[in-house]
């Protein structure tokens, strides 16, 4: 009999998502084990703890997951522990803090497709303004758009200082160049608007960031998207289930996208990539880049 297939699930944070774990199981493990509080220093340990019982043919059994709120904090513990493995003692490994990797891929392989079907265009050259851009969602998102070629603005509503220091900070690591602008006024929040191709909603859930009044006349706007789905919108006006639909009454014809198409296109990534972990028989790692390929999969 085959050994059980077993996900190690591995948060800084006290809780493991409960949303992974379903996914973990719905992607085929037979256990999805949660380890909470998990340091940086500790990875190393627990990940030669994980690959070394089970020898090489129950490695490729095993995997582990990494969730958290911090993209950064994910992507050092992704490098350990693949420094960690010892081959041919090699687990995969996925990371997905706050699911902001497949969140971010689903929302930006949808704008990249309906901005094709509207314009026959891409991301190359585009304005894509990010508000909430400062969290795992909005910084990843921001990540993908930029290495698609756009010209990436990551907002904070707290004002320029906090945007400039998360993008410096998201350069730095991913080796783009986004700028950081200020959300903290009504009138900061228009210039914005003003100059976007994309805008990009990805503030906490129920909060309004942007009315109708403000979107409706951009002159530029091509796509606008929102990922929250709990009311208020992020960006009144588009609704949960929009996917290409038009924005109502915009000036320059743009079209919308809502948090349920989002999230469908981001449930299917999620879950190709857990699976992929125990179908394939090669330990790969599976952060963002992975998820966006995947997503691209699944949208039109
Ligand atoms: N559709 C889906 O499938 C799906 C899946 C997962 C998550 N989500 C949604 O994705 C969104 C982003 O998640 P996240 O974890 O990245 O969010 P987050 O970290 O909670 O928030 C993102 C950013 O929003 C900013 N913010 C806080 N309060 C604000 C306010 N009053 N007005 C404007 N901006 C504010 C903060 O930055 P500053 O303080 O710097 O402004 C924060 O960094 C959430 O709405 C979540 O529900 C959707």
């Given at each position: 009999m085959e050994s059980p297939l077993l996900l190690h699930m591995f948060t800084p944070g006290r809780h493991t998502s409960p949303f992974d774990v379903n996914m973990a199981y719905d992607a085929g493990w037979d256990a999805a084990i949660p380890y909470s509080?998990?340091?940086?220093?500790?990875?190393?340990?627990?990940?030669?703890?994980?690959?070394?019982?089970?020898?090489?043919?129950?490695?490729?059994?095993?995997?582990?997951?990494?969730?958290?709120?911090?993209?950064?904090?994910?992507?050092?513990m992704m490098e350990t522990a693949r420094e960690s493995m010892v081959p041919p003692f090699e687990v995969s490994v996925m990371a997905d803090p706050s699911g902001g990797f497949t969140t971010a891929a689903g929302l930006v392989a949808l704008v990249e497709h309906h901005l094709r079907?509207?314009?026959?265009?891409?991301?190359?050259?585009?304005?894509?303004?990010?508000?909430g851009g400062?969290?795992?969602?909005?910084?990843?998102?921001?990540?993908?758009?930029?290495?698609?070629?756009?010209?990436?603005?990551?907002?904070?509503?707290?004002?320029?200082?906090?945007?400039?220091?998360?993008?410096?900070?998201?350069?730095?690591?991913?080796g783009v160049q986004v700028s950081g602008g200020d959300g903290s006024s009504e009138d900061a929040k228009r210039n914005l608007?003003?100059?976007?191709?994309?805008?990009?909603?990805?503030?906490?859930?129920?909060?309004?960031?942007?009315?109708?009044?403000?979107?409706r006349p951009a002159p530029r706007l091509k796509v606008v998207a929102d990922v929250n789905a709990v009311p208020p919108a992020g960006v009144e006006g588009v609704g949960v289930q929009d996917d290409g639909v038009g924005f109502p009454d915009s000036e320059s014809?743009?079209?919308?996208?809502?948090?349920?198409?989002?999230?469908?296109?981001?449930?299917?990534?999620?879950?190709?990539l857990l699976r992929r972990m125990h179908a394939q028989a090669a330990a790969e790692d599976l952060a963002f880049q992975a998820a966006f390929e995947a997503a691209r999969g699944f949208v039109g």
């Open positions: 509080g998990v340091e940086q220093d500790e990875v190393a340990d627990m990940v030669q703890d994980t690959i070394f019982s089970r020898g090489p043919d129950g490695a490729r059994r095993t995997g582990i997951f990494l969730g958290g709120k911090d993209v950064y904090a994910s992507m050092d079907a509207a314009q026959g265009g891409d991301l190359a050259g585009q304005t894509v303004v990010v508000f400062t969290g795992p969602v909005g910084v990843v998102s921001g990540v993908l758009a930029a290495r698609a070629g756009a010209e990436v603005v990551l907002i904070s509503h707290q004002g320029k200082g906090r945007a400039d220091q998360e993008a410096e900070r998201c350069n730095e690591r991913f608007v003003n100059e976007a191709d994309i805008i990009l909603c990805t503030a906490p859930a129920g909060v309004q960031v942007l009315t109708a009044d403000l979107v014809g743009a079209v919308a996208i809502g948090a349920l198409a989002v999230g469908g296109v981001k449930y299917q990534a999620q879950h190709d």
